[in-house]
């Protein structure tokens, strides 16, 4: 049903084309180390799935699917000692809503962030 582009940068790491700085994986999830980190702690976490979007994701995703993402996002950012500290997860879903890679991912970013995140902590 979506216009899913298999080029994409996040289809080609999840097929192991491209090398990623990997800190988890397991059979919903891929996390890792987004290339131009916005804060001190910026890992991506994506679904092993051809979903474009949030909103493809959470329409066209089976529920095992949804919940196992979601669990592992959690997961992830537990496994980065972030329970303490806190973080935030950003999703931007659709160009006007400043995505750029068209596979459905969450960026997960702790500590001070550059404005592109339209929060700085000073
Ligand atoms: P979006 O703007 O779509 O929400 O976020 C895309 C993110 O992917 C950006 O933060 C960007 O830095 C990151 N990114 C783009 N290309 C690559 C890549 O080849 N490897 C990794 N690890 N991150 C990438």
Not at 3 to 16: C, E, M, Q, S
Not at 100 to 115: A, L
Request: hydrophobic share 40%; with cysteine; proline share 5%.
């Amino acid at each position: 049903m979506s216009d899913y582009d298999r080029t994409n940068i996040f289809a080609r790491i999840l097929r192991g084309e491209l090398p990623c700085k990997k800190v988890y994986e397991d059979a919903f999830a891929l996390a890792f180390h987004d290339i131009n980190p916005q804060a001190p702690v910026h890992v991506l976490v994506i679904p092993k799935g051809e979903y474009v979007s949030n909103m493809d994701f959470s329409t066209a995703a089976p529920t095992e699917m949804v919940a196992g993402f979601w669990r592992a996002v959690g997961t992830v950012a537990r496994q980065l000692g972030l329970e303490q500290d806190g973080y935030r997860l950003v999703a931007n879903n659709g160009a006007g809503g400043g995505q750029v890679v068209f596979h459905f991912h969450v960026h997960i970013v702790s500590g001070k962030q550059k404005p592109r995140f339209g929060r700085v902590h000073e």
